[in-house]
T-cell receptor
Framework: RKEVEQDPGPFNVPEGATVAFNCTYS??????FFWYRQDCRKEPKLLMS???SGNEDGRFTAQLNRASQYISLLIRDSKLSDSATYLC????????????FGSGTKLNVKP | DVKVTQSSRYLVKRTGEKVFLECVQD?????MFWYRQDPGLGLRLIYF???????EKGDIPEGYSVSREKKERFSLILESASTNQTSMYLC??????????FGPGTRLTVL
C-alpha cells in the first residue's frame, strides 16, 4: 500500500471557482504534513505546511484529519496562475523523518 | 534565498555509461536528497545524506550510488546506465527534517 495517495485529476475548474483536494496517508504515526506545488517542467516548491489546527494562507486553506488519516487543500477564487500539480507530502518519524510524496493532483483553471 | 543547483538540465547518455549528477546547495543544510520523478509514480527517494560522508538508502537505491565529500555537494552516480533509468532527477536539501528545497532537476535520457 502506498504511503500517500492522491487523486491524479485533472481537476478542470473555471476561474473564480472553489476547488478542494484530499490526500490520504497510511502511517498513523506520520508527523508532519505539507502541500507542495509543482508547475509543468519545474521543481516542486513548498506551498504550505499543514498543522493539526489547520492553517490558512490567503485563498489557500489546509486541514488535517488524523482520525481519518487525510489532509486537504482548499483553494478559493481560483486564478489561472493556480494551474499546477499539487503534491501531498507526509513524513515518517521512525525513518529519519523521511518524506513521502504523493504522485500529485493536477489542477487546470480555465478562463 | 536558498539555492540548489544541479549540474545539467538535460543529459543524454548511452546504455552502460557511468553517469554523474551533481547537486550543490549554498545554505549550509545538513540534509540532502536525491529523487527520481516518473509520470504516475510521483517522487521516489533514491538516497539521502544527513551529514558529510553519511548516506542512507531510500526506497529505490538499486543501480545508484552517492557521494557526499563536502557538506554543500551531493552526487548521484549511475554505475552503468540502463534505459529504465531514463527519468527526471531532482536533488533537494533541508536544514531540518521539515521543508525541502529542490533544484531545477536533470532530465536524463538513456539510449
Amino acid at each position: 500500500r502506498k504511503e500517500v495517495e492522491q487523486d491524479p485529476g485533472p481537476f478542470n475548474v473555471p476561474e473564480g471557482a472553489t476547488v478542494a483536494f484530499n490526500c490520504t496517508y497510511s502511517n498513523s504515526a506520520s508527523q508532519s504534513f505539507f502541500w507542495y506545488r509543482q508547475d509543468c517542467r519545474k521543481e516542486p516548491k513548498l506551498l504550505m505546511s499543514v498543522y493539526s489546527s489547520g492553517n490558512e494562507d490567503g485563498r489557500f486553506t489546509a486541514q488535517l484529519n488524523r482520525a481519518s488519516q487525510y489532509i486537504s487543500l482548499l483553494i478559493r477564487d481560483s486564478k489561472l496562475s493556480d494551474s499546477a500539480t499539487y503534491l501531498c507530502v507526509v513524513t515518517n518519524p521512525y525513518n529519519f523523518n523521511k518524506f513521502y510524496f504523493g504522485s500529485g493532483t493536477k489542477l487546470n483553471v480555465k478562463p | 534565498d536558498v539555492k540548489v543547483t544541479q549540474s545539467s538540465r538535460y543529459l543524454v547518455k548511452r546504455t552502460g555509461e557511468k553517469v554523474f549528477l551533481e547537486c550543490v546547495q549554498d545554505m549550509d543544510h545538513e540534509n540532502m536528497f536525491w529523487y527520481r520523478q516518473d509520470p504516475g509514480l510521483g517522487l521516489r527517494l533514491i538516497y539521502f545524506s544527513y551529514d558529510v560522508k553519511m548516506k542512507e538508502k531510500g526506497d529505490i537505491p538499486e543501480g545508484y550510488s552517492v557521494s557526499r565529500e563536502k557538506k554543500e555537494r551531493f552526487s548521484l552516480i549511475l554505475e552503468s546506465a540502463s534505459t529504465n533509468q531514463t527519468s527526471m532527477y531532482l536533488c533537494a536539501s533541508s536544514p531540518n527534517w521539515d521543508t525541502q528545497y529542490f533544484g531545477p532537476g536533470t532530465r536524463l535520457t538513456v539510449l
